[in-house]
C-alpha cells in the first residue's frame, strides 16, 4: 500500500524555480574551495574567479548534465521489492552525543556507547546491517572512524554500512573493506566520494578532496546533498529554500564532473531545514522543511532528471525520546511517503535533535513504529479460509457471542501485529496511557537485547589484520 498526494507545483510553478536554479548557477556562481577543481572547471568552460574562488556555469554546461540526468531516469528501471520480512538497521549517523536515559540528558559518546550499539545491532533479529550511529569523544578523531569500523568487524558478523568522510581516512577503508567482504570491490566500497554542500552554494575543501579522491580510485556514482535552511543560510521563503537548495546540488554535481572524470551516476540528496527567528536555531521538522525537501525532489523530478532523494527523514528537533520526537518523525515519515509514493517510515531511528543524538530508546521506539507500518504495506490474505464464513455462521448474530475462543481465532490470531512497547492495557476509571511506563519498557528493551549478546565466530586472523590496519593508521595520521 502506497499513500500518494497530489504535486505541489504547477508547471508555471515549476518554470519559475527551474529559471531561478539556473539565473543561481550563471550568475551568482558556487564557491569552490579547491584549486585544483577551480582549474578543471575552467578547462571545461566555467567562468572561475580565483580571487574569490566562485565558478560561474553557462547555460550549456548546465543543459548537458541535465540532459545526461534525464536519460538515465527514462532508462532506468525501479526495482520492485520482494521483501515480506520486517528489517531494519543500525544507522551510520556519527552523531556527537549519546542520550544517557540515566542521566536524562545528552552527553558525549563513548567507545562503550558504540560498542553497545553494534551489540545492540548484531543482537535484534531484525537489524541486517550494523553501523556507528555515535562518536567516540576518547578516541582522537583523527582515527576514530577507521577505529569505530574495527570495532564494528570485531563485534559483529553482520554487513557493515559505512563509508570514509575524511579524505586522508580512505585508503584505510578501503583495506578495511577489502579484510571484511574480500577483495572483490572496484572501485571499493566503503571509501566516501561525496558528500553535503556547505550552504549557501560553497563546495567545500573537505568535499573537494572526497571528490578528487574518488576520481584516483576510478568511483562511478557521486552523491552529493544541501542542507540550506530558510531563514539562515538561505531565504527564508520555501521557494527560495528551493532554488537554493536545488542550484547547490545541480551545482555540486558540476563540481563533480570537474573532479571526478568517472563520475557517471550522479545522485543527490535533501535535509533541508528552516531558521527559528527567536532562537536561530535551524529545525528540521517543521512544516517548512518537509515542504522544501519534497519540493526539491520534484523539481528534480520533474525537469532536472530526477536521481534526488530526502536524506534525513528522520532529521527532527525534539532532543529527549517520547512523544515528540514520534509525533515529528511520524508526521515527516508520512508527509514524505505521500509525496513520493515510497514506504511510510519513521526515518533514521533512534536520531534525536536534528542529528546531533542518538538513543536506542527511541531507536526501540522507532522500530516499533516501523513494525506496524510494514504490516499495513503486506498484502490482505482473501481466501475462503481466512473469511471463515462457517465460523461466522457458527456464531451467528447477536449480543453475548463472541469469536475469542474459536478455532478459527486461535488458528490466526499470532498474524496480527502485536506490539511489546507500547500501552494496550485495558485502563480503570478515568486512567490513560502512561508515557513513561512505554519509555521504560524501550529502555528495557534495549538493554536486554545487549545483555543477551553473543560474540559471534569471527576469524582472529580477520580482526587481527584490521587491528593492524588501525595501528598504521594511528602512526601514520598522528605524528
Same mark, same amino acid.
Not at 48 to 68: G, K, N
Given at each position: 500500500?502506497?499513500?500518494?498526494?497530489?504535486?505541489?507545483?504547477?508547471?508555471?510553478?515549476?518554470?519559475?524555480?527551474?529559471?531561478?536554479?539556473?539565473?543561481?548557477?550563471?550568475?551568482?556562481?558556487?564557491?569552490?574551495?579547491?584549486?585544483?577543481?577551480?582549474?578543471?572547471?575552467?578547462?571545461?568552460?566555467?567562468?572561475?574567479?580565483?580571487?574569490?574562488?566562485?565558478?560561474?556555469?553557462?547555460?550549456?554546461?548546465?543543459?548537458?548534465?541535465?540532459?545526461?540526468?534525464?536519460?538515465?531516469?527514462?532508462?532506468?528501471?525501479?526495482?520492485?521489492?520482494?521483501?515480506?520480512?520486517?528489517?531494519?538497521?543500525?544507522?551510520?549517523?556519527?552523531?556527537?552525543?549519546?542520550?544517557?536515559?540515566?542521566?536524562?540528558?545528552?552527553?558525549?559518546?563513548?567507545?562503550?556507547?558504540?560498542?553497545?550499539?553494534?551489540?545492540?545491532?548484531?543482537?535484534?533479529?531484525?537489524?541486517?546491517?550494523?553501523?556507528?550511529?555515535?562518536?567516540?569523544?576518547?578516541?582522537?578523531?583523527?582515527?576514530?572512524?577507521?577505529?569505530?569500523?574495527?570495532?564494528?568487524?570485531?563485534?559483529?558478523?553482520?554487513?557493515?554500512?559505512?563509508?570514509?568522510?575524511?579524505?586522508?581516512?580512505?585508503?584505510?577503508?578501503?583495506?578495511?573493506?577489502?579484510?571484511?567482504?574480500?577483495?572483490?570491490?572496484?572501485?571499493?566500497?566503503?571509501?566516501?566520494?561525496?558528500?553535503?554542500?556547505?550552504?549557501?552554494?560553497?563546495?567545500?575543501?573537505?568535499?573537494?578532496?572526497?571528490?578528487?579522491?574518488?576520481? %584516483?580510485?576510478?568511483?562511478?556514482? =557521486?552523491?552529493?546533498?544541501? &542542507? #540550506?535552511? !530558510?531563514?539562515?543560510? +538561505?531565504? $527564508? /521563503?520555501?521557494?527560495?529554500?528551493?532554488?537554493?537548495?536545488?542550484?547547490?546540488?545541480?551545482?555540486?554535481?558540476?563540481?563533480?564532473?570537474?573532479?571526478?572524470?568517472?563520475?557517471?551516476?550522479?545522485?543527490?540528496?535533501?535535509?533541508?531545514?528552516?531558521?527559528?527567528?527567536?532562537?536561530?536555531?535551524?529545525?528540521?521538522?517543521?512544516?517548512?522543511?518537509?515542504?522544501?525537501?519534497?519540493?526539491?525532489?520534484?523539481?528534480?523530478?520533474?525537469?532536472?532528471?530526477?536521481?534526488?532523494?530526502?536524506?534525513?527523514?528522520?532529521?527532527?528537533?525534539? %532532543?529527549?525520546?517520547?512523544?515528540? =520526537?514520534?509525533?515529528?518523525? &511520524? #508526521?515527516? !515519515?508520512?508527509?514524505? +511517503?505521500? $509525496? /513520493?509514493?515510497?514506504?511510510?517510515?519513521?526515518?533514521?531511528?533512534?536520531?534525536?535533535?536534528?542529528?546531533?543524538?542518538?538513543?536506542?530508546?527511541?531507536?526501540?521506539?522507532?522500530?516499533?513504529?516501523?513494525?506496524?507500518?510494514?504490516?499495513?504495506?503486506?498484502?490482505?490474505?482473501?481466501?475462503?479460509?481466512?473469511?471463515?464464513?462457517?465460523?461466522?455462521?457458527?456464531?451467528?448474530?447477536?449480543?453475548?457471542?463472541?469469536?475469542?475462543?474459536?478455532?478459527?481465532?486461535?488458528?490466526?490470531?499470532?498474524?496480527?501485529?502485536?506490539?511489546?512497547?507500547?500501552?494496550?492495557?485495558?485502563?480503570?476509571?478515568?486512567?490513560?496511557?502512561?508515557?513513561?511506563?512505554?519509555?521504560?519498557? $524501550?529502555?528495557?528493551?534495549?538493554?536486554?537485547?545487549?545483555?543477551?549478546?553473543?560474540?559471534?565466530?569471527?576469524?582472529?586472523?580477520?580482526?587481527?589484520?584490521?587491528?593492524?590496519?588501525?595501528?598504521?593508521?594511528?602512526?601514520?595520521?598522528?605524528?
Amino acid at each position: 500500500m502506497r499513500l500518494t498526494c497530489p504535486d505541489l507545483f504547477s508547471e508555471n510553478d515549476l518554470d519559475v524555480l527551474e529559471n531561478a536554479v539556473r539565473r543561481a548557477l550563471s550568475e551568482v556562481g558556487v564557491k569552490v574551495v579547491s584549486a585544483d577543481v577551480l582549474a578543471r572547471l575552467s578547462e571545461r568552460g566555467a567562468e572561475v574567479d580565483e580571487a574569490s574562488q566562485t565558478a560561474r556555469f553557462p547555460a550549456e554546461l548546465v543543459e548537458a548534465l541535465v540532459a545526461a540526468q534525464k536519460a538515465a531516469q527514462s532508462a532506468e528501471t525501479v526495482p520492485v521489492s520482494t521483501a515480506t520480512e520486517f528489517s531494519a538497521g543500525i544507522g551510520y549517523e556519527i552523531t556527537p552525543l549519546f542520550y544517557d536515559d540515566d542521566r536524562r540528558r545528552a552527553r558525549p559518546g563513548t567507545r562503550e556507547d558504540l560498542i553497545a550499539m553494534i551489540k545492540l545491532g548484531h543482537a535484534l533479529p531484525e537489524v541486517t546491517t550494523v553501523s556507528c550511529p555515535v562518536l567516540m569523544h576518547e578516541v582522537d578523531p583523527r582515527v576514530e572512524a577507521i577505529e569505530a569500523f574495527v570495532l564494528m568487524l570485531e563485534y559483529s558478523d553482520k554487513p557493515i554500512s559505512a563509508v570514509s568522510i575524511l579524505p586522508e581516512h580512505n585508503r584505510y577503508f578501503a583495506e578495511l573493506g577489502d579484510i571484511a567482504t574480500g577483495k572483490n570491490n572496484d572501485p571499493p566500497r566503503f571509501i566516501g566520494t561525496g558528500g553535503f554542500m556547505t550552504s549557501p552554494l560553497c563546495f567545500g575543501s573537505r568535499l573537494a578532496d572526497l571528490v578528487l579522491e574518488g576520481g %584516483r580510485y576510478g568511483v562511478k556514482s =557521486v552523491g552529493i546533498g544541501t &542542507m #540550506a535552511t !530558510g531563514g539562515l543560510n +538561505a531565504p $527564508a /521563503t520555501i521557494a527560495g529554500c528551493i532554488v537554493v537548495g536545488a542550484a547547490e546540488i545541480l551545482g555540486g554535481w558540476l563540481c563533480v564532473q570537474a573532479g571526478n572524470p568517472h563520475a557517471e551516476q550522479f545522485r543527490g540528496g535533501t535535509a533541508c531545514g528552516v531558521g527559528d527567528m527567536r532562537t536561530a536555531r535551524g529545525c528540521y521538522g517543521r512544516p517548512e522543511a518537509l515542504l522544501t525537501d519534497v519540493g526539491i525532489v520534484e523539481l528534480f523530478g520533474r525537469r532536472l532528471g530526477g536521481h534526488v532523494s530526502i536524506s534525513g527523514p528522520g532529521y527532527i528537533d525534539a %532532543r529527549v525520546p517520547g512523544l515528540q =520526537v514520534t509525533y515529528e518523525k &511520524m #508526521a515527516k !515519515g508520512c508527509f514524505i +511517503a505521500a $509525496a /513520493t509514493g515510497r514506504p511510510a517510515r519513521a526515518g533514521n531511528p533512534g536520531l534525536l535533535d536534528a542529528g546531533r543524538v542518538f538513543s536506542p530508546t527511541q531507536y526501540m521506539l522507532d522500530l516499533e513504529c516501523n513494525r506496524g507500518l510494514h504490516r499495513i504495506e503486506e498484502p490482505i490474505e482473501i481466501t475462503e479460509e481466512a473469511v471463515g464464513l462457517e465460523v461466522i455462521a457458527a456464531v451467528g448474530p447477536g449480543e453475548g457471542k463472541s469469536y475469542l475462543d474459536t478455532d478459527h481465532t486461535f488458528a490466526h490470531f499470532r498474524e496480527l501485529w502485536s506490539p511489546t512497547l507500547f500501552d494496550y492495557a485495558v485502563a480503570g476509571p478515568g486512567e490513560g496511557p502512561d508515557e513513561e511506563k512505554v519509555l521504560e519498557r $524501550a529502555r528495557r528493551a534495549w538493554r536486554e537485547a545487549v545483555d543477551s549478546y553473543e560474540h559471534p565466530d569471527i576469524s582472529e586472523d580477520k580482526v587481527r589484520a584490521a587491528r593492524e590496519v588501525l595501528e598504521r593508521a594511528r602512526k601514520d595520521l598522528l605524528a
